[in-house]
């Protein structure tokens, strides 16, 4: 099974200011046949099912707003929200869908400083 | 719009069954591969199973492989998740989610298993 490991665990950034979180794989998620990382990321808000924001590493997901930026390749990942608003309070999750059994990192919970 | 609601949660003796539906709707069923994810109280999520967009394969966790039993009825627009021999670390919120490629795309709200004597 591939592992995702995720840091930090949780993050503090002030308003307006850059929040940045990554994801490792255990094994290489990028399919050289097709060019594409298969690593989606997910935000649940408290209270709330989780919801897709980024696919094949890099991709929003229709209605996600721009601030919200994917990056990496291979086995290394960052999701960066270019100016913190208060409604990115949440835990994000990356997950990998490159082979069965699908896995989760462990979250990364995001507050406001 | 898409829509997926998960019914059939509650509490559970262990070593019982217990069966989950998700009703889906706003979308092509047969288009999607259908998966169950679970998330215990204060935990993070945890893939559970998928069905392929056919019915023609399916896969689990290690962890319920042998117990669980996922199925869908393209006639209904919906799937389910047949858990037996359950056991209190089962206990969780069981997510139906939809995928119409490789990655999951849609959730449902929940439904929340308890197992306990």
């Known amino acids: 099974d591939i592992v995702m490991t995720q840091s930090p665990d949780s993050l503090a950034v002030s308003l307006g200011e850059r929040a940045t979180m990554n994801c490792k794989s255990s094994q290489n998620v990028l399919d050289n046949s097709n060019n594409k990382n298969y690593l989606a990321w997910y935000q649940q808000k408290p209270g709330q099912p989780p919801s897709l924001l980024l696919y094949?590493?890099?991709t929003r997901e229709s209605g996600v707003p721009d601030r919200f930026i994917g990056s990496g390749s291979g086995t290394d990942f960052t999701l960066t929200i270019s100016s913190l608003q208060a409604e990115d309070v949440a835990v994000y999750y990356c997950?990998?869908?490159?082979?069965?059994?699908?896995?989760f990192g462990q979250g990364t919970r995001l507050e406001i400083k | 719009q898409v829509q997926l609601v998960e019914s059939g949660g509650g509490v559970v003796q262990p070593g019982r069954s217990l069966r989950l539906s998700c009703a889906t709707s706003?979308?092509?069923?047969?288009?999607?591969?259908m998966h169950w994810v679970r998330q215990a109280p204060g935990k993070g999520l945890e893939w559970v199973a998928v069905i392929w967009y056919d019915g023609s394969k399916t896969w689990y966790a290690d962890s319920v492989k042998g117990r669980f039993t996922i199925s869908r009825d393209d006639s209904k627009d919906s799937v389910y998740l047949q858990m037996a021999s359950l056991r209190a670390d089962d206990t969780a919120v069981y997510y139906c989610?939809?995928?119409?490629?490789?990655?999951?795309?849609?959730w449902g709200r929940g439904t929340l298993v308890t197992v306990s004597s």
């Open positions: 706003g979308f092509i069923f047969t288009n999607y591969g």
């Open positions: 997950q990998q869908y490159y082979s069965l059994p699908i896995t």
């Open positions: 094949w590493s890099s």
């Open positions: 989610a939809g995928a119409a490629a490789a990655f999951i795309d849609s």
